[in-house]
């Protein structure tokens, strides 16, 4: 159960597109769509941004997408804000039917 | 309002053991598979644990395994984790989560958290 990989910290200034990999094995996120993609603010509990790859659920702006090649997902978000600056994090559903996180990433709006 | 709250955390001495809770409201409890999981002082997320609705089905993270029993009682809408044989690694704050209803190992509600902390 190792951790799927994300790099540590990424950064972008408003209005621009920033992308963050995951990259897991294909017992994990090559083998599934069952990428989800978590937002979480310091001191706050994480919160569902991705589900199924590229699913947003209600409430979530359309800013956010999500994508998968091979073992590798990503998000995407577009037209950068302030409030978007949080930590990220990848889960994949495993063969094991169990369920992994990714390292996180810190996102930096400039 | 759909609301999942934790409590149970505090400190505890390496080896000992403590039990947490979480109570759900808001939404049907015994319809849904629950999950733990913990992130350790500046860490990432970790998954811990997860049972189904009817508790047939259970699993645990390998960090986990043979130490923490999860549980549930859906008569009380309350999830539980028994940490037995705690380390210092098992120090972190400790989230239930709510697995949605039709997408596979997709956590929708999360609680705010309780923190527990192994130091002797």
Same mark, same amino acid.
């Given at each position: 159960?190792?951790?799927?990989?994300?790099?540590?910290?990424?950064?972008?200034?408003?209005?621009?597109?920033?992308?963050?990999?995951?990259?897991?094995?294909?017992?994990?996120?090559?083998?599934?769509?069952?990428?989800?993609?978590?937002?979480?603010?310091?001191?706050?509990?994480?919160?569902?941004?991705?589900?199924?790859?590229?699913?947003?659920?209600?409430?979530?702006?359309?800013?956010?997408?999500?994508?998968?090649?091979?073992?590798?997902?990503?998000?995407?978000?577009?037209?950068?804000?302030?409030?978007?600056?949080?930590?990220?994090?990848?889960?994949?559903?495993?063969?094991?039917?169990?369920?992994?996180?990714?390292?996180?990433?810190?996102?930096?709006?400039? | 309002?759909?609301?999942?709250?934790?409590?149970?955390?505090?400190? &505890?001495?390496?080896? !000992?053991?403590?039990?947490?809770?979480?109570?759900?409201? !808001?939404? /049907?409890?015994?319809?849904?598979?629950?999950?733990? &999981?913990?992130?350790?002082?500046?860490? !990432?997320?970790?998954?811990?644990?997860?049972? #189904?609705?009817? #508790? #047939?089905?259970?699993?645990?993270?390998? #960090?986990?395994?043979?130490?923490?029993?999860?549980?549930?009682?859906?008569?009380?809408?309350? @999830?539980?984790?028994?940490?037995?044989?705690?380390?210092? %690694?098992?120090?972190?704050?400790?989230?239930?989560?709510? %697995?949605? @209803?039709?997408?596979?190992?997709?956590?929708?509600?999360?609680?705010? !958290?309780?923190?527990? /902390?192994?130091?002797?």
């Amino acid at each position: 159960q190792s951790a799927l990989t994300q790099p540590a910290s990424v950064s972008g200034s408003p209005g621009q597109s920033i992308t963050i990999s995951c990259t897991g094995t294909s017992s994990d996120v090559g083998g599934y769509n069952y990428v989800s993609w978590y937002q979480q603010h310091p001191g706050k509990a994480p919160k569902l941004m991705i589900y199924e790859v590229s699913n947003r659920p209600s409430g979530v702006p359309d800013r956010f997408s999500g994508s998968k090649s091979g073992n590798t997902a990503s998000l995407t978000i577009s037209g950068l804000q302030a409030e978007d600056e949080a930590d990220y994090y990848c889960s994949s559903y495993t063969s094991s039917s169990t369920v992994v996180f990714g390292g996180g990433t810190k996102l930096t709006v400039l | 309002e759909v609301q999942l709250v934790e409590s149970g955390g505090g400190l &505890v001495k390496p080896g !000992g053991s403590l039990r947490l809770s979480c109570a759900a409201s !808001g939404f /049907t409890f015994s319809s849904y598979s629950m999950n733990w &999981v913990r992130q350790a002082p500046g860490k !990432g997320l970790e998954w811990v644990s997860s049972i #189904s609705s009817s #508790s #047939s089905y259970i699993y645990y993270a390998d #960090s986990v395994k043979g130490r923490f029993t999860i549980s549930r009682d859906n008569a009380k809408n309350s @999830l539980y984790l028994q940490m037995n044989s705690l380390r210092a %690694e098992d120090t972190a704050v400790y989230y239930c989560a709510r %697995e949605d @209803l039709l997408a596979v190992a997709v956590m929708d509600v999360w609680g705010q !958290g309780t923190t527990v /902390t192994v130091s002797s």
